[in-house]
């Protein structure tokens, strides 16, 4: 990955780029990075007269989930996923969030929305999906978790039926669906780390902050089959400050638990962060011109184009994972 500051300078210069929300792409590149080429109906378009054209909305139907988490509370995961989520939407992606920070409601505060419903409430025969999605600035929905996945091992078969069929749909709606978790090692956290397709741990530079990210970084590697986890530094007051961070837990990562660790970029400790969510506003729509709002464009720009990623179970897999679905 290119060093981050230089790259920030060009953000800054190709700011009109992020300007306008623009569209997502006819087509999407394929899983893996591929760029994939168009259905075949696009090429019969092209010599088809008008009026027998058939249209289709483009239609993604697996998203990327990922999850974010952090070992320490309060070290900016919430201000991270909406900011992240409203940058990755300036770019034309399709993005959903979901609070899974049980009871906290927190994106609420953050985005500034207030959700009647949450995710328990699909359980009710007329709650349907439309009645928990939450409408967001540009175009980010989000669903708010509630205290539905503590529920989940009670859950009877046609509850979990029930709540499979109702959500299947957000795959449809969305390109990225980013989770929200608590913070540490509870087995509500664990769940939603583990059964997403990516991970992005946030984690400050202090001692006690690396010292949790560690924790999770090792249960994440004994639980899980992908091994591939990437990392956020929040509250930096320079590069090298992070780059210490990152080279730390990398070094540690791969020597104790042979598992690679990917920087995605960091945030600079920034007063606008606080006064944004005193506002109760993003971020990204309250102080878009400070360095914080740059950081965040960046790491969002390094999610979506700065490696592989491989859809692997998707937002299906997810709920079915999540739901013990067998
Ligand atoms: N880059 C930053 N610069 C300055 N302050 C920040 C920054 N990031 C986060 N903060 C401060 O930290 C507070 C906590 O952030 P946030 O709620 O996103 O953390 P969290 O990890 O989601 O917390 P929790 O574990 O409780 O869910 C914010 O309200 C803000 O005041
Ligand atoms: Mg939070």
């Not at 091994?227 to 990152?246: H, M």
Request: proline share 6%; glycine share 6%.
């Amino acid at each position: 990955m290119r060093d981050q500051a230089s790259s920030l300078r060009e953000l800054v210069q190709e700011k009109n780029e992020y300007s306008e929300p623009q569209p997502a792409p006819a087509y999407p590149p394929a899983q893996g990075g591929a760029p994939a080429s168009p259905p075949p109906q696009a090429a019969v378009q092209e010599v088809m007269p008008v009026h027998k054209r058939v249209f289709r909305p483009t239609i993604r139907t697996n998203a990327r989930v990922i999850a974010i988490t952090s070992g320490k509370g309060g070290v900016g995961k919430t201000n991270l996923a909406v900011n992240l989520a409203i940058a990755m939407a300036k770019i034309g992606r399709r993005v959903m969030i979901i609070d899974a920070d049980l009871g906290m409601a927190n994106v609420d505060v953050v985005l500034g929305t207030m959700s009647k419903h949450h995710l328990l409430h699909l359980l009710q025969p007329d709650v349907q999906l439309g009645d928990v999605l939450i409408h967001g600035p540009y175009g980010v929905n989000y669903i708010s978790g509630g205290s539905a996945i503590e529920r989940a091992v009670d859950f009877t078969p046609q509850e979990r039926k029930c709540l499979m069929d109702k959500l299947a749909a957000c795959e449809t709606m969305a390109d990225i669906v980013l989770v929200d978790t608590g913070a540490g090692l509870g087995r509500n956290v664990l769940d939603f780390i583990l059964a997403a397709d990516e991970v992005i741990l946030v984690t400050t530079p202090e001692p006690t902050a690396l010292t949790d990210a560690y924790a999770v970084m090792k249960a994440y590697s004994m639980n899980s089959e992908k091994k591939d986890l990437k990392i956020v530094v929040n509250r930096v007051y320079d590069e090298s400050e992070s780059n210490e961070v990152v080279t730390k837990l990398q070094r540690t990562s791969e020597k104790f638990l042979s598992m690679p660790l990917t920087s995605l970029g960091f945030i600079y400790e920034d007063r606008s962060v606080m006064n944004a969510v005193k506002r109760q506003q993003p971020l990204l729509s309250a102080f878009p011109d400070t360095m914080a709002s740059r950081c965040i464009e960046m790491v969002a720009k390094n999610v979506l184009y700065g490696g592989e990623h491989k859809i692997r179970l998707g937002w299906k897999g997810f709920l079915q994972r999540l739901l013990n679905f067998s």
